[in-house]
């Protein structure tokens, strides 16, 4: 099956310049490219993952640095860190990579019946430990370059503070953030293949993704970043003075806690990804009756 497909309108009319897709082209185009990521070789989609893991790590350490020690408010400050660490998945896109959560999309192939189930959970197990070791990748990377010294150590407080806010929220309410964050994030991924320019696809991926950034949801993959880059960091005498994390705070931050967190984030994540963006959207617009398919 080919990465891509021949829709209809794919080829803009001279007159109309790069409209975007449809969103029944869009569909078509998500449906079609499910089938290319779950057919792929193991090897190739495990690279890619791992490439997709530290492109994400990369927005995560751009939007901690953006965040710290900013003075203009808690929302712009997180509206800001959101738009930084769209960074992450522009390259996922624009530069090609496997992310977890875009792949929560494949669904919609399987509804279709073009993917077996066991070859999604088959690109979902290999993208997700991919993605894993790209992430903590940047954890290692970041740490030797004491990248957390900036601000005279201000990055690191604030990524020692994200980490512990993160683990001290309750399973249910990372679930339902992680539901919220990756409706967000699929959004942005149809949004983006419905462009047709490099300008387009940044541009539809900066909104979906500052939002849930700006609203405190929880991705499972940056998590992968924030929740070790927390870790090694809480035994940082010069980052724990530096931060406003009381000892008592911290508690909640060790591997127990990320188990957590990645747990919840995770099947909030698949809820959000494929179930209230991959299968409405197939109902919409793949379902045999919305086709025509039946009389």
């Keep these: 099956m080919p990465h891509d497909v021949a829709v209809k309108g794919s080829t803009p009319d001279p007159m109309a310049g790069h ?57 712009p400050t997180r509206w800001l860190a959101g738009i930084a660490f769209s960074l992450g998945l522009v390259l996922v896109i624009v530069a090609g990579a496997e992310l977890f959560t875009g792949n929560n999309l494949i669904v919609m192939s399987v509804v279709a019946g073009h993917v077996k189930i066991g070859r999604l959970l088959r690109n979902w197990a290999i993208v997700y430990v991919g993605n894993a070791i790209g992430a903590v990748s940047v954890v290692v990377i970041v740490t030797l370059a004491e990248w957390w010294r900036l601000g005279e150590a201000t990055v690191g407080a604030t990524a020692l503070s994200t980490a512990a806010g993160k683990t001290q929220l309750s399973f249910g309410a990372v679930l339902a953030r992680g539901v919220l964050a990756n409706a967000l994030v699929c959004l942005a991924v149809w949004l983006a293949t419905g462009g047709r320019t490099v300008l387009d696809k940044v541009v539809a991926v900066v909104f979906p993704i500052s939002a849930f950034v700006a609203a405190g949801f929880e991705h499972s993959i940056a998590n992968m970043f924030f929740i070790p880059m927390g870790l090694v960091l809480r035994e940082n005498e010069t980052v724990v003075e530096a931060s406003d994390v009381h000892a008592t705070d911290l508690a909640a931050l060790d591997p127990a806690g990320m188990v957590t967190n990645l747990a919840a984030s995770t099947i909030g994540n698949v809820i959000g990804g494929s179930l209230l963006v991959g299968l409405v959207y197939w109902f919409v617009y793949l379902r045999p009756a919305a086709r025509g398919d039946e009389s």
């Design 19 to 75: 409209d975007a897709f449809t969103p029944g082209e869009i569909a078509t185009l998500v449906e079609t490219r499910g089938v290319a990521r779950a057919e792929a070789p193991a090897i190739t989609t495990f690279v890619l993952a791992v490439v997709a893991g530290a492109f994400i790590a990369l927005g995560a350490v751009l939007s901690t640095t953006v965040a710290s020690g900013s003075t203009l408010g808690l929302g």
